[in-house]
Each structure stands twice: as structure tokens, then as C-alpha cells.
């Protein structure tokens, strides 16, 4: 294929995915205020965390509505919303565009392992932003509850959609840790001798992180990202632990690694197999002459 054939290639698959996400981004501007069947609009969704609020704690009162402080505020709400619902929604299909583009120039191995990455890449993303809307209204109760009686809690819609969209967007996009870090030891880059070595500050490193992500003082938050972060890379270091142990133990059973550069364990290492001693005649300097 030339390469005009590629960058026409590379247009239709773009244009098909654009086309795909406009379509999504409708649905999803359209979803926002009506049901479909049993399943809730996204503006109930959305607002689900701030309506869980004690009634007394709320402007509103009974009611569970957000403030409107702009004439185009409500439209911006249900634009931006909208949107990532229909990057979300649609991802599949854009995403197979993607695919379609670059799996020709892939070998069969690559495409398998690029489609199970898509497939743990969706779903921690997803594990991620359901964890943060679980998490937000425990957040947001917390928050508030510092106000006592002196505060009513009178939340702007636009800013209060945005701190949920960002919150899922930290957690979901958190979620990938363990992706990224076997990707890193299966070429070699992160070895598990290093991540063992490095376990501590990169924990500690993750409950900063996570203290600096989450908007806001909210404490209930930050917990539940950094603990999720640490069980997550937790089991990527295990991963890491047992291809490079398997890694090692082949390379010492084909005689080209040390079982002391290894993380392999005395009983892991297996035996080398025996060398041959046979001596040919002419090796001893005799002739073969009877």
C-alpha cells in the first residue's frame, strides 16, 4: 500500500470515527433529559450523588435541583455531558476504526495482545468511574458536614458537573496502573526486581498523587483512590513477579542466563542439562588406525 493509499485510509477511518462520535454526542445530549425505559436520564445520574444530601442540607430543600447562575448554563450542562457520554457510548466504534487502520501492520501476536488490552483498558476504566460515583456522595456528605448549621449547600450546576466528570475521569483513567505497568516489564523496561525494590515510594508515591487528583478536601475520596491504586499495582507487581520468574527459568533451562542475576528462588532453578563429553579419536591425537 503507498502512502497516499495510507493517508486516505487514515481519513476514512478518522472521518467514520468523527461521524460516530457526533452521532453519540446526540444521543447522549438527548439522554440527558429523557429516560429510555427503565433506565434513567443521565441528568438523574448525574445529580444522583448531590440529591443523596440530607433534604436540610440542600438549598432546595425536598427538591433536588442544581442553580443556574447563566442564561446558556443549563445547555453548556447537557452540551459537555452529552459529550462524554457519547465518547463513552460509542467507544466501541471508534475504536474499531483504530484497529482497522493499524491492524494490518501488526503480526498475529500483536493483534491478539492489542485486543486484550482494549478489552482491560475499557473495563478497569470503567471498574474506575463506577468506584467514583460510589465514591462522591460519601465525598460530598463528608464536605458538607463541615458547614454545620451556619451553611446551606447551594451547588452551581456547571461547577458540580464538572467535579463529577473530573472525578470519574481521575479514577477511570487512575484504573489503567496495572495495564501500564505489565505492559512496561513484558518489554523489559519495568523488571520486577525494580519494582520490588521501589514497592514503598511508589506507594507513597500513589497516596500523593491521589491526594493532589481529587478536587477539593475531600478525604473519603482520596482514600478509596490511593487504596484501590495500591491493591491495583499490588497485582501488577505479582504479574510482573511471575513472567519474569517464568522469563528467567527459560532462559536458564536454554543455558543463557545466571540463576544468580535472577529473581528465581534455589528451588525454581532448574537443571542444567549435562554437557557432552564424548571426545571424538582425533581429538586425542590417535589416528583411527587398528
Not at 56 to 72: H, N, V
Not at 183 to 197: A, E, F, Q, S
Request: hydrophobic fraction near 50%; aromatic fraction near 12%.
Amino acid at each position: 500500500m503507498s502512502l497516499r493509499d495510507h493517508l486516505y485510509e487514515l481519513k476514512h477511518r478518522l472521518g467514520l470515527a468523527l461521524l460516530g462520535l457526533v452521532v453519540g454526542c446526540i444521543a447522549g445530549f438527548l439522554w440527558f433529559q429523557w429516560r429510555i425505559g427503565p433506565i434513567p436520564s443521565l441528568g438523574e445520574v448525574m445529580t444522583g450523588p448531590y440529591c443523596s444530601l440530607p433534604a436540610s442540607a440542600r438549598l432546595t430543600g425536598e427538591e433536588c435541583k442544581l442553580l443556574q447562575t447563566q442564561p446558556f448554563e443549563a445547555f453548556l450542562v447537557q452540551f459537555k455531558v452529552g459529550l462524554a457520554a457519547g465518547a463513552v457510548l460509542t467507544c466501541p466504534f471508534w475504536l474499531y476504526q483504530i484497529w482497522a487502520f493499524i491492524t494490518p501492520g501488526l503480526y498475529d501476536k500483536e493483534r491478539k495482545f492489542t485486543r486484550i488490552f482494549v478489552v482491560l483498558a475499557s473495563f478497569l476504566f470503567a471498574c474506575g468511574a463506577v468506584l467514583a460515583y460510589y465514591v462522591v456522595p460519601k465525598g460530598l456528605a463528608v464536605l458538607v458536614s463541615f458547614g454545620g448549621d451556619q451553611f446551606t449547600t447551594a451547588l452551581v450546576a456547571s461547577q458540580y458537573i464538572s467535579f463529577i466528570l473530573v472525578m470519574l475521569l481521575i479514577f477511570g483513567v487512575s484504573f489503567e496502573l496495572p495495564l501500564l505497568i505489565t505492559m512496561l516489564n513484558r518489554i523489559g523496561m519495568l523488571p520486577y526486581r525494580n519494582l520490588k525494590k521501589w514497592r514503598r515510594g511508589i506507594i507513597f508515591t500513589l497516596f500523593v498523587f491521589a491526594a493532589i487528583a481529587t478536587p477539593g478536601t475531600d478525604p473519603i475520596g482520596m482514600l478509596a483512590l490511593a487504596g484501590a491504586m495500591t491493591v491495583l499495582f499490588e497485582v501488577a507487581v505479582q504479574i510482573a513477579r511471575v513472567h519474569d520468574r517464568k522469563k528467567a527459568r527459560q532462559a536458564v533451562a536454554d543455558g543463557w542466563g545466571d540463576p544468580e542475576d535472577s529473581d528465581l528462588e534455589p528451588e525454581d532453578v532448574p537443571d542444567k542439562p549435562a554437557a557432552d563429553k564424548t571426545v571424538s579419536d582425533r581429538g586425542t591425537g590417535f589416528d583411527d588406525v587398528t
